[in-house]
Each structure stands twice: as C-alpha cells, then as structure tokens.
C-alpha cells in the first residue's frame, strides 16, 4: 500500500505514487499477517509507529524495551507467529537484547527491530548520534540477524526475518535498519514488488519411520517408562494429539513448568507430585520439546538415582539438541506435531499398558506428596505465608481455568508452580529456561494483547521491581491484567541484616511494609492490600472480573522466604567462616 498523509507531524508528505522504507516495513508486516508492533519510540522510528498505528497496525508503547521485548516474545509463543518489537537505536537497541536473548534461549520466535546509525560513519566510528555497530553486537545473541539498506530489500529483509524466526527451532531474529534506508522514498508501484509473502514460514519436520520406530520399540520395553513434557510440547499447539499419545501409553508423565495444562494437572497421569521419584527410577524416558538442561539436572547424577541407567527417546526438532548431555538411545527429530501424530498411527489399536507395579508405586508416592501438602493451603494466617496465599490463587485458577498466569520471582515462582495447577495448554508463563527476573509485565501485556483473556500475574516483590513502570502501560492500554506482587520486603525474605549495624541495610532487604497498591493508583488502575488468604482470593476474583488493570500488594511474612527458592543449592559456598 502507498503512503498515506503522515497523521500528526512535519515528515515529508507522501505523494501518491510514491512510497518508503518506513511504509515498506509496515506492508511486509501486514502482508505476513503481522499486526501488532511492541514498542518504545524514539528516534528514528517514532514516525514509522505512527504510520503503522494510522494504517491499523496495534502499537503498544513500553516504558522500557526490555519489556516491550518480552510482550513480542512471549507474543510469538503464543501464537506461533513471530512477535516483533520496535525499538530506537543503540541504548533503546541494546535494552531489547535481554528479551532477544530470552526469546532465543526459550525457542520463542520474536523479531527485534531497531532503528540504527549510518554505516558509513559506524564503519569509519565518526562518532555519530548513538553510533553502534548493532548488527554485530546482536549476532552472537539470536537466531539470526540481518541488515537492510534499501527501500526495496525490506521485503526480503522482513520475510527472512520471519523464516528464521518461526523455521527449525524457533528463536529471536534481529533485524537492523538504518535512518536513512526508513526514509528512502521509492515508486510505489515498483516497491509493491519487492514484498513478500512468506509461504510455510514453519515447515513440518517429518520423523525418518526408523527412528520413530525405535523409539516405540525402547518405549514398549520399559518397566518404569516416564514422559516428560516441555514448552517446545506447548509451542507446537497439537495438544490433541498429544494428550491422545500420553493417555495410550498410560505412563506417568512430568509437565516442565510451561508444559503445565497440556494434560490438566489433576489428570490421573500427571506426577509432578511425585517428581523425585520420577526421575530416580524410570528406565526409559521420553522427552518430549524438554532439553536434558540444568532444569532436568543434566540428565545425570544424584537427580536420576546416580545410576546412568536410564535410556532416552528424544523428540526435538533440533538435531543437535540429541546427546548434548547424555547419551541418546533413540533420537526423533522433527516437529512434534509430526513426530506424535506418527507415533500415534505406528503405535496401532493394541499399546500394551504401562507395568501397573511402577504405575501404582507413582501414584501412592503422588497421592502422598499431595496429601503432605493439603492442609497448608487451606491456612487463613495473617500475616500470609506462601502456601496460604497460593492455595487462595489456586482455588481460582481451578474455578477459571482459561486465566493466563504469568509467574516470577524465587519462592514467589516454585512454590506456585507445584501449587496452582494449571489445566489449558499455555496457561501458564513464567521465567522458563533463563530464570529471567523482569518477564512479568511484559509476559502479562503480551498475553493480554494477544489472547484477550483475563491475566493473573503473580509476581516476588523484587522480581516486580524489575519491570514494576510498566503497570502504566497496563493502565494506559486498560489491559486486564490482575499483578499480585508477593511482598515480603525483599529477595527470598525481608529479614536479612547489615552485620555491622551501620545505617545500611543488608542487600536483599527492601523498604518495609511497601505500597506497591499505591502505584498502580498512581496510574488510575485499582490498588489493593491483601493481609490475609481470603482477603486476597476476594480481591481477585473482583479483580479477574472487572477486567480492570489492577495491583494486589499480598502481605507475606518476611520470614516465609528461603534463600533463591528451590535452587539455593546453585549459590556458592563460601569457605571464609562468617564473622561472629
Ligand atoms: C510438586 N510437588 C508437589 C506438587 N507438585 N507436592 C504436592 N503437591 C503438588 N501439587 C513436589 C514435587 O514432587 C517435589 O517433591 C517438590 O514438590 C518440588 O517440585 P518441583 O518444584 O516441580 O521440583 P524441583 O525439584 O524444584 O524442580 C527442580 C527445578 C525447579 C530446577 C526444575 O526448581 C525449577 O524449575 N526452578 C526454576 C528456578 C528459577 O528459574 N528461578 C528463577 C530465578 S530466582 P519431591 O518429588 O519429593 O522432590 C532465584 O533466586
Ligand atoms: P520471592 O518471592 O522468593 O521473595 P523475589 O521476587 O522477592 O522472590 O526475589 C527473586 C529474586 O531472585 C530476584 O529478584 C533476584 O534478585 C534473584 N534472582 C535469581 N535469579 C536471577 C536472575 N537470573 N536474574 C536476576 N535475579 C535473579
Ligand atoms: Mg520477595
């Protein structure tokens, strides 16, 4: 489409035949089905965010790009279209890398776009406006990056872009286009041309029938036969098949944190409740979209029983990802949906059912844990601990299982994940396979912008700090989202001191008693104190049903909290004895 009239500013205006490489971007995305732009603006693409506003395109405008990062990442894990994010050059460029690098580290496909310097004085470092040699910098960073210095390669610029972004393993894809190419004017009749629509941007990966074979043949071999679904499971959306597969198989299966709700986790499969058990004594594993990485221990050591005696089946889309940490008896490499849809037909009408001796020992070990667990989350104390406040935040999930929870922090994020059970697919989103601290805001406006269903963020205190400005944006675009920051007045608990006893405090301890409520007033959201269990679930279940942008400041002990949550055990230890 040519240029129309600029709405609101002093840019040359268009005449009819005549088009640019700020128009041009907005076409290629618009022609790939691409319509909406996570953004800061600034210079030089604040006209471009007009334009694309003025021609329908969403724009949501961020505080911060790191979060308006994270909104087109998580954006492109929903949908399975790359989210993109626009940003300014240089400062604005290098506040996008932590979701870049995010996106990539996760498998999301998002595409980073940047404004960038002249290379003619990048490339003789003349010193120009926020001179950077971007391109560079980004490429060790994400899937792929590009550079388009011309009006008519934005076309093939944005439809690579795509492909790398949504093809193989999806990822983060960074795409540099200089000030002067966005002005560049071009004949509109020619410029329609060079755009393109990118056809299959994500073709299916079909399984060699050899390799699926033998992983069925090691599958129907196991005594303690175990599944473990990951977030690439999630991604590839064949939910149906893949509850159909896991069902035929009638083996206990483990949902790694973004998996949770492929299978609901009340299904009588589902083990989290008994994952130590799980994963000490199977003898064959499937991974299913889940990495062998640190969340899984590796795949070896005390985790797996020490003993080095299980065997891997491996569905991944990434060929390399196969023996990246142990050995594996029986790669399948392809899209899930292929791969399960193939295992489904080779499985045939008679699966023999899983042993019921390791059946049975899963269930009793699931039923205990769950059992032990119970009665903490029924407590109403005051002042709220983590079990008594997330077993309020998990009746409701339960009684609205289409909200989205986004979830971060240390004790904030692993309590919740083994306490609010999630029963739809995509349900829930949180700091994945980085523990970034900072997706919540910009998970949570993703989510609602994309899927316009109801957001529970439930956030640590400390992890809110980091994207805490965006509850303006929240407000700004009347997003429903519900932020419940678990404040316990600092990183893991509020209760660490200076040992000198000089006026500072100690490192992890925040201002007491905050009023995270007020803020979120500040911007005319609704901001609440909850100081107990039921005053929490009734703020909301109100908040979930207004759909107003609203902030809950939970009250929890500043003793509740453990040191990093479930992973204290990654910190160091120091030899030096501590002064008494
Ligand atoms: C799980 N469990 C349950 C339930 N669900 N018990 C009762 N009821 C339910 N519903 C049990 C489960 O069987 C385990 O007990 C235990 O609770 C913990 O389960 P979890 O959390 O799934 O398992 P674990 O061991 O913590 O998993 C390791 C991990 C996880 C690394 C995958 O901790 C994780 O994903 N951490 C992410 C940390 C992070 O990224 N933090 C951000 C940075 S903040 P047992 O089976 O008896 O062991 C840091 O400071
Ligand atoms: P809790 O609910 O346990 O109190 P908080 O949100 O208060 O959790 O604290 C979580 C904190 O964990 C982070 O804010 C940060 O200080 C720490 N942390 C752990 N891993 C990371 C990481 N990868 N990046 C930044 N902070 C991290
Ligand atoms: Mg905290």
């Given at each position: ?5 600029a709405p609101t500013n002093d840019a ?8 640019d490489g700020m128009h041009?971007v907005i076409?290629?995305l ?6 909406t732009i996570y953004a800061v603006p600034g210079i030089p693409i604040t006209d471009l965010l007009r334009f694309a506003q003025a021609e329908g395109m969403r724009v949501i405008s961020f505080r911060h790009e790191q979060h308006a990062g994270q909104a087109a ?10 989210g993109v994010c626009l940003t300014v050059s240089a400062p604005g460029f290098l506040n996008g890398?932590?979701a ?11 595409i980073l776009i940047s404004g960038s310097s ?11 406006y926020e001179?950077?040699?971007q ?40 795409l540099d286009l200089p000030a002067?190419?966005l002005g ?257 805001m910009g998970?949570?406006a993703g989510?609602?912008v ?19 400005m965006e509850?303006e944006t929240l407000c700004r675009y ?103």
């Amino acid at each position: 489409m040519s240029a129309q009239a600029a709405p609101t500013n002093d840019a040359p205006q268009a005449t009819a035949d005549l088009t640019d490489g700020m128009h041009l971007v907005i076409d290629a995305l618009k022609l790939n089905d691409i319509n909406t732009i996570y953004a800061v603006p600034g210079i030089p693409i604040t006209d471009l965010l007009r334009f694309a506003q003025a021609e329908g395109m969403r724009v949501i405008s961020f505080r911060h790009e790191q979060h308006a990062g994270q909104a087109a990442a998580i954006a492109g894990f929903l949908t399975q279209k790359p989210g993109v994010c626009l940003t300014v050059s240089a400062p604005g460029f290098l506040n996008g890398l932590t979701a870049l690098s995010n996106a990539t580290t996760n498998c999301f496909p998002m595409i980073l776009i940047s404004g960038s310097s002249e290379r003619e004085i990048v490339d003789l470092q003349q010193g120009d406006y926020e001179e950077m040699d971007q391109l560079a910098i980004a490429k060790p960073l994400c899937k792929a990056a590009f550079r388009v210095l011309h009006a008519e390669d934005v076309g093939v610029g944005v439809a690579r872009a795509i492909r790398a972004a949504c093809s193989g393993r999806p990822g983060g894809v960074y795409l540099d286009l200089p000030a002067k190419m966005l002005g560049q004017a071009m004949d509109a009749a020619k410029a329609a041309k060079t755009l393109i629509k990118v056809i299959d941007p994500a073709p299916r990966q079909i399984p060699s029938l050899e390799a699926v074979r033998r992983g069925l043949d090691l599958l129907k071999s196991a005594k303690k036969p175990l599944i473990i679904l990951g977030k690439g499971a999630a991604y590839a959306q064949a939910d149906a098949d893949i509850r159909a597969f896991v069902e035929k198989t009638g083996a206990p299966y483990l949902p790694m944190s973004m998996a949770k709700g492929l299978l609901p986790d009340t299904h009588p499969q589902c083990s989290a409740a008994a994952r130590s058990t799980c994963l000490k004594e199977a003898d064959v594993v499937l991974l299913i979209g889940a990495r062998l990485n640190w969340l899984l221990s590796h795949g070896k050591g005390k985790t797996w029983g020490e003993r080095g005696a299980q065997q891997f089946i491996h569905i991944d889309i990434a060929p390399t990802e196969m023996d990246s940490n142990v050995a594996i008896q029986a790669p399948i490499v392809g899209d899930i949906g292929s791969c399960v849809s193939m295992m489904l037909h080779e499985m045939g009408a008679n699966w023999p059912a899983a042993p019921a001796a390791w059946t049975t020992a899963i269930k009793a070990k699931r039923e205990e844990n769950i059992a032990k667990m119970a009665p903490r989350l029924q407590n109403n104390n005051v002042p709220m601990d983590f079990h008594g406040a997330l077993g309020a935040l998990r009746t409701i999930i339960k009684e609205k299982p289409d909200t989205i929870l986004v979830n971060e922090g240390a004790n904030t994020l692993d309590f919740a994940r083994s306490i609010i059970d999630i029963y739809e697919p995509r349900k829930r989103l949180d700091v994945g396979t980085w523990g970034v601290m900072g997706i919540g805001m910009g998970f949570a406006a993703g989510a609602a912008v994309e899927t316009g269903k109801p957001v529970l963020a439930v956030v640590g205190d400390s992890a809110f700090g980091f994207s805490g400005m965006e509850i303006e944006t929240l407000c700004r675009y009347n997003l429903p989202v519900c932020v419940v920051v678990f404040n316990n007045n600092g990183i893991y608990r509020g209760t660490d001191v200076n040992p000198t006893g000089g006026a500072d405090v100690a490192p992890t301890v925040f201002v007491k008693n905050a009023r995270y409520d007020l803020m979120m007033q500040a911007f005319g959201g609704v901001g609440i104190t909850a100081t107990s269990p039921d005053e929490l679930g009734r703020a909301v279940r109100e908040a979930l049903a207004s759909g107003k942008p609203t902030l809950i400041n939970a009250v929890i002990d500043e003793k509740a909290g453990t040191e990093s949550g479930r992973i204290g055990n990654l910190n160091p230890q120091s030899v030096v004895k501590k002064k008494a």
